[in-house]
């Protein structure tokens, strides 16, 4: 990759083609992997096992997300709108501002982890595992973020596949020889090779000769507001796992736990690909010389696909009882309720993924961190409540309520962004997975 290159402004039009297109197909690859991930691996590690693996799991993937989110929004609005020629120079100045916020993160965790060791709270094996995945996956998204800041939207895209298919392969092998041990050290694994990728991307990138260019004004500070609001909707969408490890009952907690680790693992397979095509069309969006029709752009990007995700979660829930005894294998019959709310989850995912970008193409980044409070403290509440009376389907309906009440009030701060359409096939689609559940 040269400067030239590296700094070539593109049409918009064919370049969001494009971008749309590695995005669809990376994520149609790990589609591929989620499906192993959720199928293959729960037959062999069991429901306990795999609930004890989906909680380091959960935890190195949520704090990497809480502090690595926010940043492809800012790489998508500033970098593709400044000069052609101070683009790799920006990329870099933001993506190492980041870093060092992270870092400082970082080593707060690691003391914390220490602590925790000393004091006999966790096990040795299991913290350092988490720890060293933590670290490895935000360098690795950080860096990732560079290159999509420059359109390199297809490493952005084939992270995860590549990520997940070595995780796959190293669960299966470790656990067969060290149990559940072996299955939590393939987490660090799978974060290794997650780095490698992510620095065969970047390092050209990097070497390329580039003069120093300050961080725009209010960058950072619209970072901020957008790693926020990204961080509290992912806990309210993956704290479902915690929320049943912690909530239920001692006996049942590390199955109940695997049951909602299963859902939430393929609603979040599906709502991560709606929301990862969002952040890769910004990117040439705000490339172009006019924005104004940047919206309209997301809305038909939301009324497509809403319009083929609702009808699809429908048709999912009227086969449930079917397929999960014949997917995940009948340990996992129980987990059924659970995929109910997860499943309607997934068609909010639209209209969530256009409220991002739609506040990011309006230099709104309030609205994130606004919409992520509500979200979280929705489903703090409602976990509290539902996951001591229903289990493992309380915790992935308290997920479902925290992500109804961020969707409310981003519609709610962004008047005219949505659009009448799209809001009434989300929610027309919501309630056509909830009553087709009630009725069966």
């Known amino acids: 990759m040269d400067v030239k290159h590296a700094e070539q402004s593109v049409a918009p039009g064919g370049a969001l083609r494009r971008s749309v297109s590695l995005s669809l197909g990376g994520k149609a690859v790990e589609i591929v992997t989620l499906a192993l991930l959720a199928t293959v691996v729960p037959r062999v590690l069991g429901p306990s096992d795999y609930g004890r693996f989906s909680v380091p799991l959960t935890i190195v993937t949520l704090g990497s997300l809480a502090m690595t989110l926010g940043g492809p929004t800012v790489m998508a609005r500033y970098v593709p709108a400044a000069p052609a020629h101070e683009r790799v120079a920006l990329a870099e100045a933001i993506g190492a501002r980041l870093a060092r916020g992270r870092a400082l993160q970082l080593v707060g965790v690691a003391v914390v982890a220490v602590s925790l060791v000393l004091a006999d709270a966790v096990t040795p094996l299991v913290t350092a595992t988490v720890v060293v995945a933590l670290m490895l996956n935000v360098a690795a998204t ?98 479902s796992v915690l929320a049943a490890a912690l909530l239920t009952t001692s006996a049942a907690s590390a199955v109940e736990t695997g049951y909602v680790a299963l859902a939430t693992g393929i609603a979040l397979g599906v709502t991560y690909a709606v929301l990862q095509t969002f952040t890769v069309s910004l990117t040439h969006l705000t490339d172009a010389d006019e924005i104004t029709g940047a919206e309209e752009v997301l809305r038909r990007l939301a009324g497509g696909l809403v319009a083929v995700i609702a009808p699809a979660a429908v048709g999912g829930v009227l086969l449930l009882d079917h397929l999960v005894p014949v997917l995940f294998g009948d340990d996992y019959a129980g987990a059924v309720d659970a995929f109910v709310p997860a499943l309607a989850l997934v068609v909010i995912a639209p209209l969530y993924s256009l409220g991002v970008q739609a506040a990011a193409v309006r230099m709104r980044p309030r609205v994130a961190s606004v919409s992520g409070i509500a979200s979280a403290l929705t489903f703090v509440a409602a976990a509290l409540v539902a996951v001591p009376a229903w289990g493992a389907a309380g915790a992935t309906a308290a997920s479902l309520a925290g992500g109804v009440a961020g969707a409310v009030v981003s519609v709610r701060m962004l008047p005219g962004a949505f659009g009448g359409r799209v809001v009434g096939t989300t929610v027309a689609g919501v309630a056509a997975v909830l009553a087709t559940a009630l009725i069966l």
């Not at 149990?179 to 050290?185: E, I």
């Open 142 to 239: 950080l860096a990732l973020q560079v290159a999509l800041g420059l359109g390199r939207t297809g490493a952005w895209s084939f992270r995860y596949p590549i990520q997940n298919a070595v995780l796959i392969g190293a669960v299966l092998v470790l656990h067969s020889r060290a149990g559940s041990d072996g299955a939590v050290l393939a987490v660090a694994l799978a974060a290794i090779a997650g780095a490698g990728f992510a620095a065969l991307v970047v390092v050209p990138i990097v070497r390329l000769p580039t003069r120093r260019v300050p961080v725009p004004d209010g960058a950072i500070r619209f970072g901020v507001h957008q790693a926020t609001g990204a961080a509290l909707t992912q806990f309210s969408q993956r704290g």
